[in-house]
Protein backbone atom coordinates (compact mmCIF):
# COMPACT_ATOMS: atom_id res chain seq x y z
CA UNK A 1 0.00 0.00 0.00
CA UNK A 2 2.77 2.30 1.23
CA UNK A 3 4.65 1.75 -2.05
CA UNK A 4 1.59 1.98 -3.96
CA UNK A 5 1.09 5.70 -2.72
CA UNK A 6 4.69 6.29 -3.28
CA UNK A 7 4.39 5.68 -6.93
CA UNK A 8 1.27 7.35 -7.66
CA UNK A 9 3.27 10.55 -6.17
CA UNK A 10 6.04 10.08 -7.95
CA UNK A 11 3.81 9.86 -11.30
CA UNK A 12 2.44 13.29 -10.23
CA UNK A 13 5.27 15.13 -10.15
CA UNK A 14 6.76 13.53 -13.10
CA UNK A 15 3.84 14.99 -14.82
CA UNK A 16 3.95 18.16 -13.03
CA UNK A 17 7.43 18.49 -14.17
CA UNK A 18 6.90 17.48 -17.91
CA UNK A 19 4.25 20.13 -18.22
CA UNK A 20 6.77 23.26 -16.56
CA UNK A 21 9.51 22.40 -18.87
CA UNK A 22 6.79 22.13 -21.56
CA UNK A 23 5.65 25.84 -20.87
CA UNK A 24 9.31 26.69 -20.37
CA UNK A 25 9.90 25.51 -23.50
CA UNK A 26 7.41 26.69 -25.79
CA UNK A 27 5.92 29.67 -23.71
CA UNK A 28 8.85 32.42 -25.32
CA UNK A 29 7.87 31.28 -28.10
CA UNK A 30 3.84 31.13 -27.89
CA UNK A 31 4.84 34.76 -26.73
CA UNK A 32 6.51 36.10 -29.53
CA UNK A 33 4.30 34.77 -31.93
CA UNK A 34 1.26 36.85 -30.66
CA UNK A 35 3.11 40.29 -30.12
CA UNK A 36 2.71 42.51 -33.34
CA UNK A 37 5.42 43.47 -35.47
CA UNK A 38 7.13 46.80 -34.75
CA UNK A 39 6.39 49.55 -37.37
CA UNK A 40 8.74 50.59 -39.50
CA UNK A 41 10.78 53.55 -38.89
CA UNK A 42 10.20 56.86 -40.35
CA UNK A 43 12.46 60.06 -40.74
CA UNK A 44 10.96 63.60 -40.83
CA UNK A 45 12.68 65.93 -42.79
CA UNK A 46 12.36 70.11 -43.03
CA UNK A 47 9.44 71.41 -45.35
CA UNK A 48 8.11 74.92 -46.72
CA UNK A 49 5.41 75.68 -44.04
CA UNK A 50 4.21 78.28 -46.56
CA UNK A 51 5.25 79.56 -49.83
CA UNK A 52 8.86 81.32 -49.83
CA UNK A 53 9.98 83.42 -52.29
CA UNK A 54 13.61 83.22 -53.52
CA UNK A 55 15.47 85.71 -51.42
CA UNK A 56 13.75 85.77 -48.81
CA UNK A 57 14.87 85.23 -45.06
CA UNK A 58 13.49 82.83 -43.41
CA UNK A 59 11.97 82.51 -40.12
CA UNK A 60 10.74 79.36 -37.41
CA UNK A 61 6.77 79.72 -39.15
CA UNK A 62 8.54 79.38 -42.29
CA UNK A 63 9.37 75.75 -41.49
CA UNK A 64 8.09 72.62 -40.13
CA UNK A 65 8.91 69.23 -39.80
CA UNK A 66 7.00 66.61 -42.32
CA UNK A 67 7.55 62.31 -41.26
CA UNK A 68 8.73 60.71 -44.06
CA UNK A 69 9.94 56.95 -45.12
CA UNK A 70 13.24 56.11 -44.89
CA UNK A 71 12.77 54.91 -48.59
CA UNK A 72 11.41 58.35 -50.05
CA UNK A 73 14.52 60.36 -48.21
CA UNK A 74 16.64 61.76 -51.33
CA UNK A 75 20.02 63.64 -50.73
CA UNK A 76 19.94 66.90 -50.07
CA UNK A 77 17.54 66.66 -47.47
CA UNK A 78 17.33 68.30 -43.93
CA UNK A 79 16.77 65.48 -41.74
CA UNK A 80 15.64 66.20 -37.91
CA UNK A 81 18.10 63.33 -36.81
CA UNK A 82 20.81 65.19 -38.44
CA UNK A 83 20.18 69.21 -38.27
CA UNK A 84 17.48 71.36 -36.20
CA UNK A 85 15.27 73.97 -37.48
CA UNK A 86 16.93 77.16 -35.54
CA UNK A 87 20.00 75.90 -37.77
CA UNK A 88 18.17 77.75 -40.79
CA UNK A 89 16.10 80.61 -39.36
CA UNK A 90 17.70 83.66 -40.87
CA UNK A 91 18.97 81.99 -43.53
CA UNK A 92 17.81 82.93 -47.68
CA UNK A 93 15.92 81.03 -50.01
CA UNK A 94 17.85 80.02 -53.43
CA UNK A 95 15.04 79.59 -55.13
CA UNK A 96 10.91 79.79 -54.83
CA UNK A 97 9.25 76.42 -52.18
CA UNK A 98 5.58 75.51 -52.43
CA UNK A 99 4.22 74.42 -49.30
CA UNK A 100 5.30 70.74 -48.16
CA UNK A 101 8.18 70.63 -50.31
CA UNK A 102 11.26 70.20 -48.51
CA UNK A 103 13.84 72.08 -48.58
CA UNK A 104 17.67 71.49 -49.62
CA UNK A 105 20.59 72.86 -47.65
CA UNK A 106 22.22 73.70 -51.63
CA UNK A 107 19.00 75.74 -51.68
CA UNK A 108 19.73 77.36 -48.85
CA UNK A 109 22.52 80.13 -47.76
CA UNK A 110 23.01 80.74 -44.12
CA UNK A 111 24.34 83.64 -42.24
CA UNK A 112 28.31 83.42 -42.25
CA UNK A 113 28.54 81.69 -45.47
CA UNK A 114 30.17 83.03 -48.10
CA UNK A 115 27.88 85.61 -49.88
CA UNK A 116 24.98 85.47 -48.46
CA UNK A 117 24.52 89.12 -48.10
CA UNK A 118 24.45 88.86 -51.85
CA UNK A 119 22.40 86.32 -52.32
CA UNK A 120 19.64 88.05 -50.15
CA UNK A 121 19.03 90.75 -52.36
CA UNK A 122 16.92 90.36 -55.69
CA UNK A 123 18.80 90.73 -59.08
CA UNK A 124 19.24 94.58 -59.69
CA UNK A 125 18.73 95.96 -56.57
CA UNK A 126 21.26 97.53 -54.03
CA UNK A 127 22.23 97.30 -50.15
CA UNK A 128 22.27 100.01 -48.49
CA UNK A 129 22.93 101.40 -44.68
CA UNK A 130 21.70 104.05 -42.79
CA UNK A 131 22.70 105.61 -39.30
CA UNK A 132 19.91 104.95 -36.59
CA UNK A 133 19.26 105.80 -33.00
CA UNK A 134 17.02 104.48 -30.65
CA UNK A 135 13.54 105.92 -32.20
CA UNK A 136 14.70 104.94 -36.19
CA UNK A 137 15.09 101.39 -35.23
CA UNK A 138 12.35 100.41 -32.98
CA UNK A 139 14.15 100.73 -29.47
CA UNK A 140 16.71 98.06 -31.01
CA UNK A 141 13.96 95.73 -32.10
CA UNK A 142 13.64 95.89 -35.57
CA UNK A 143 15.49 92.42 -37.21
CA UNK A 144 16.96 91.17 -40.49
CA UNK A 145 14.05 90.21 -42.82
CA UNK A 146 11.59 93.34 -41.51
CA UNK A 147 10.39 95.50 -43.46
CA UNK A 148 10.02 99.54 -42.80
CA UNK A 149 8.95 102.49 -44.48
CA UNK A 150 11.15 105.85 -44.95
CA UNK A 151 9.72 109.48 -43.76
CA UNK A 152 11.85 112.43 -44.16
CA UNK A 153 10.65 115.22 -41.46
CA UNK A 154 12.55 119.03 -42.36
CA UNK A 155 12.38 122.24 -40.26
CA UNK A 156 12.49 125.16 -42.19
CA UNK A 157 13.59 128.11 -39.46
CA UNK A 158 14.14 131.20 -42.34
CA UNK A 159 12.69 134.22 -40.81
CA UNK A 160 9.28 135.29 -41.80
CA UNK A 161 8.35 131.53 -42.43
CA UNK A 162 5.05 130.58 -41.13
CA UNK A 163 4.79 128.99 -38.06
CA UNK A 164 2.43 126.11 -39.69
CA UNK A 165 5.00 125.81 -42.34
CA UNK A 166 8.49 125.52 -40.44
CA UNK A 167 8.08 121.31 -39.94
CA UNK A 168 7.05 119.09 -42.65
CA UNK A 169 6.81 115.48 -42.96
CA UNK A 170 6.44 112.97 -45.72
CA UNK A 171 7.01 109.38 -46.64
CA UNK A 172 9.22 108.61 -49.32
CA UNK A 173 9.57 105.12 -49.50
CA UNK A 174 7.76 101.83 -48.42
CA UNK A 175 8.24 98.71 -47.70
CA UNK A 176 11.65 98.18 -47.65
CA UNK A 177 13.38 95.19 -46.45
CA UNK A 178 15.64 94.95 -43.31
CA UNK A 179 18.83 92.70 -44.62
CA UNK A 180 21.10 93.75 -41.53
CA UNK A 181 21.38 95.32 -38.56
CA UNK A 182 24.65 96.30 -37.33
CA UNK A 183 26.67 93.23 -38.86
CA UNK A 184 23.88 90.94 -37.75
CA UNK A 185 22.66 89.25 -40.85
CA UNK A 186 19.97 86.99 -39.04
CA UNK A 187 17.11 87.00 -36.58
CA UNK A 188 17.82 83.81 -34.51
CA UNK A 189 21.03 85.70 -32.93
CA UNK A 190 19.06 88.65 -31.42
CA UNK A 191 16.22 86.44 -29.99
CA UNK A 192 16.49 84.98 -26.74
CA UNK A 193 15.65 81.22 -26.55
CA UNK A 194 13.67 81.48 -23.66
CA UNK A 195 12.09 84.65 -24.02
CA UNK A 196 8.09 84.32 -25.37
CA UNK A 197 7.96 88.09 -26.35
CA UNK A 198 10.74 87.67 -28.83
CA UNK A 199 12.76 90.41 -27.10
CA UNK A 200 16.40 90.62 -28.08
CA UNK A 201 18.78 88.97 -25.96
CA UNK A 202 21.90 92.02 -26.43
CA UNK A 203 21.20 94.84 -24.78
CA UNK A 204 23.33 96.92 -27.10
CA UNK A 205 21.20 99.10 -29.46
CA UNK A 206 21.91 98.59 -33.09
CA UNK A 207 23.88 102.33 -34.75
CA UNK A 208 22.66 100.91 -39.03
CA UNK A 209 20.35 99.66 -40.42
CA UNK A 210 20.93 97.76 -43.88
CA UNK A 211 18.33 97.92 -46.95
CA UNK A 212 17.40 96.43 -49.81
CA UNK A 213 16.52 99.04 -52.26
CA UNK A 214 16.74 99.87 -55.87
CA UNK A 215 19.36 101.92 -57.90
CA UNK A 216 16.81 104.83 -57.82
CA UNK A 217 15.35 104.25 -54.56
CA UNK A 218 19.19 104.86 -53.05
CA UNK A 219 19.53 108.16 -54.63
CA UNK A 220 16.67 108.57 -53.44
CA UNK A 221 17.65 107.71 -49.78
CA UNK A 222 21.01 109.30 -49.86
CA UNK A 223 19.41 113.00 -51.12
CA UNK A 224 16.88 112.38 -48.16
CA UNK A 225 19.04 112.58 -45.04
CA UNK A 226 21.06 115.58 -46.52
CA UNK A 227 17.77 117.23 -46.54
CA UNK A 228 16.65 116.64 -42.90
CA UNK A 229 16.29 113.40 -40.67
CA UNK A 230 14.55 110.20 -41.55
CA UNK A 231 12.51 107.61 -39.77
CA UNK A 232 12.27 104.34 -40.17
CA UNK A 233 8.53 102.82 -39.63
CA UNK A 234 8.03 99.32 -38.91
CA UNK A 235 5.42 97.66 -40.58
CA UNK A 236 3.53 94.57 -39.65
CA UNK A 237 4.48 91.26 -40.79
CA UNK A 238 0.66 90.65 -42.06
CA UNK A 239 1.41 93.06 -44.84
CA UNK A 240 2.13 90.56 -47.99
CA UNK A 241 5.35 92.20 -49.66
CA UNK A 242 4.57 93.08 -53.08
CA UNK A 243 0.83 93.75 -52.57
CA UNK A 244 1.13 97.23 -53.40
CA UNK A 245 3.35 99.61 -55.56
CA UNK A 246 5.66 98.93 -52.27
CA UNK A 247 9.14 98.56 -53.75
CA UNK A 248 9.77 101.46 -55.92
CA UNK A 249 9.31 105.46 -55.25
CA UNK A 250 6.11 106.29 -53.75
CA UNK A 251 5.37 109.66 -52.01
CA UNK A 252 2.47 110.37 -50.07
CA UNK A 253 0.21 113.89 -49.50
CA UNK A 254 3.57 115.62 -47.11
CA UNK A 255 1.95 116.40 -42.98
CA UNK A 256 2.70 120.04 -42.10
CA UNK A 257 3.32 121.64 -38.50
CA UNK A 258 -0.50 123.33 -39.19
CA UNK A 259 -1.76 119.60 -39.81
CA UNK A 260 -0.66 118.17 -36.42
CA UNK A 261 -1.19 121.49 -34.40
CA UNK A 262 -4.60 123.07 -33.80
CA UNK A 263 -2.77 125.73 -32.31
CA UNK A 264 -0.53 126.55 -35.09
CA UNK A 265 -3.48 126.93 -37.37
CA UNK A 266 -5.53 129.37 -35.62
CA UNK A 267 -2.07 131.69 -35.17
CA UNK A 268 -1.73 131.46 -38.99
CA UNK A 269 -1.52 134.94 -40.13
CA UNK A 270 -4.66 136.02 -42.11
CA UNK A 271 -4.57 137.74 -45.47
CA UNK A 272 -4.89 140.98 -46.08
CA UNK A 273 -6.82 142.02 -48.07
CA UNK A 274 -5.19 144.31 -51.40
CA UNK A 275 -6.95 147.96 -51.47
CA UNK A 276 -8.66 148.18 -54.51
CA UNK A 277 -8.14 151.24 -56.66
CA UNK A 278 -10.80 153.57 -57.80
CA UNK A 279 -12.11 152.76 -61.23
CA UNK A 280 -10.88 155.10 -63.76
CA UNK A 281 -13.83 157.04 -65.71
CA UNK A 282 -14.24 156.11 -68.79
CA UNK A 283 -13.77 158.93 -71.64
CA UNK A 284 -17.00 161.02 -72.86
CA UNK A 285 -18.28 160.04 -76.27
CA UNK A 286 -16.84 162.50 -79.00
CA UNK A 287 -19.96 165.35 -79.94
CA UNK A 288 -20.42 166.09 -83.45
CA UNK A 289 -18.92 169.86 -84.07
CA UNK A 290 -21.54 172.21 -85.95
CA UNK A 291 -20.51 175.25 -87.97
CA UNK A 292 -21.45 178.63 -87.42
CA UNK A 293 -21.16 181.19 -89.79
CA UNK A 294 -21.73 185.14 -88.64
CA UNK A 295 -21.32 187.25 -91.71
CA UNK A 296 -17.29 186.65 -92.76
CA UNK A 297 -16.79 184.83 -89.61
CA UNK A 298 -17.18 180.90 -88.68
CA UNK A 299 -17.04 179.20 -86.04
CA UNK A 300 -17.19 175.79 -84.82
CA UNK A 301 -19.60 174.66 -81.58
Known amino acids: MIMRST ?5 LVAILTGGILSMLATGPLALHSTLPEPAPLHHEVLVAARPIETGALLRLDDM ?17 DTTTMDAFVGAVARRNFSVGEPLFANSLVRPGDRGFLAAVLTPGNRAVSVPVDVSQSAAGMMLPGDHVDIILTQNFNEAGTD ?18 VDQRLS ?4 VATGDQRGLPADPHLPKTVTLEVTPEQAQSLFVATQLGR ?25 TWASDVSPVLRAAAPRPVPTPTAAPIPAPEP ?10 AKTELR
Open 7 to 11: LLVLG
Open 64 to 80: AWQPLSPGAAFQGGLQR
Open 163 to 180: PGRRSVGETILRDLRVVA
Open 187 to 190: SAAA
Open 230 to 254: IELSLRSLADQPGSRPSRWFSRSVP
Open 286 to 295: ERPKIEVMHG
